[in-house]
């Protein structure tokens, strides 16, 4: 769409493989690559949205409440945070794919997990953001997007 623009913010070790994407894609002058950690470095700030997609399984729970202030605090009054990841049943039995997911995260990450709707719901609460709403993806996963309030400070 024209006018769109977009900061991808990942690992240095990442960016040459994104620098291609879009290099192939013709989109050099409307994406704007920037190295760093989310666990140690800011994110920047006035955005209208921010993805977190396949991210938040591989963090604590602490890890995704810090994570979700941040991205909050990155965005403009009304900004969206758009979260992209499996998501399991609250008891924790299903869907299967989430619950083996689970497993790999357990034994491949240091604290990571899949997580309830209700606790990635929490979190977006901890970080101001409100009109909360999900949506199971016919591949398997869950879009969670919340907003940051219009009338909160920038």
Do not use: C
Not at 46 to 57: C, K, N, P, R, Y
């Amino acid at each position: 769409k024209p006018g769109v623009t977009a900061t991808v913010f990942d690992l240095p070790n990442v960016l040459p493989l994104t620098a291609e994407y879009v290099r192939r894609a013709g989109l050099e002058g409307r994406v704007v690559l920037v190295a760093g950690d989310y666990d140690t470095d800011g994110l920047g700030g006035g955005f209208d949205l921010v993805l977190l997609s396949a991210i938040i399984h591989s963090n604590s729970p602490q890890g995704n409440r810090d994570l979700f202030r941040k991205a909050a605090a990155a965005l403009n009054p009304s900004g969206q945070l758009v979260v992209q990841d499996f998501i399991v049943a609250e008891e924790r039995t299903g869907p299967p794919f989430g619950v083996l997911f689970a497993l790999n995260m357990l034994v491949g990450t240091e604290a990571g997990d899949t997580y309830t709707g209700s606790e990635v719901r929490e979190w977006m609460e901890q970080a101001g953001l409100v009109r909360i709403a999900a949506r199971d993806m016919p591949f398997g996963t869950t879009i969670v997007v919340a907003r940051r309030p219009s009338d909160a400070p920038s």
